[in-house]
Nanobody, 116 residues
């Protein structure tokens, strides 16, 4: 069974913080580099950060130094700590394995809205 459930989004003022969580099925999570993606209205879905099974992380330049990705392999769960949020971070955030395409199943995502 494929499962991807994102949570933790909300409305926050610029400069604030949020922590997103992703619960994934083992078939997606185990053994795979996982990533957080986001899609703003009218724009394509972009990769924000990704993390290997061993915990090595990479970030898009736009979030480097502000976001921290982590994972708990025992729980098939991934997190995204977002600090110093900006209005341009407003988007629906999704989690999936690195390299997932539009042809893959995606969860509903979690909305993050940053007010100025």
């Amino acid at each position: 069974q494929v499962l991807l459930v994102e949570s933790g989004g909300g409305l926050v003022q610029a400069g604030g913080s949020l922590r997103l969580s992703c619960a994934a099925s083992r078939s997606i999570f185990s053994g795979n580099t996982m990533g957080w993606y986001r899609q703003a209205p009218g724009k394509q879905r972009d990769l924000v950060a990704h993390i290997t099974t061993g915990g090595s992380a990479n970030y898009a330049d736009s979030v480097k130094g502000r976001f921290t990705i982590s994972r708990d392999n025992a729980k098939n769960t991934m997190y995204l700590q977002m600090n110093s949020l900006k209005p341009e971070d407003t988007a629906v955030y999704y989690c999936h394995r690195l390299g997932a395409t539009t042809f893959d199943y995606w969860g509903q995502g979690t909305q993050v809205t940053v007010s100025s």
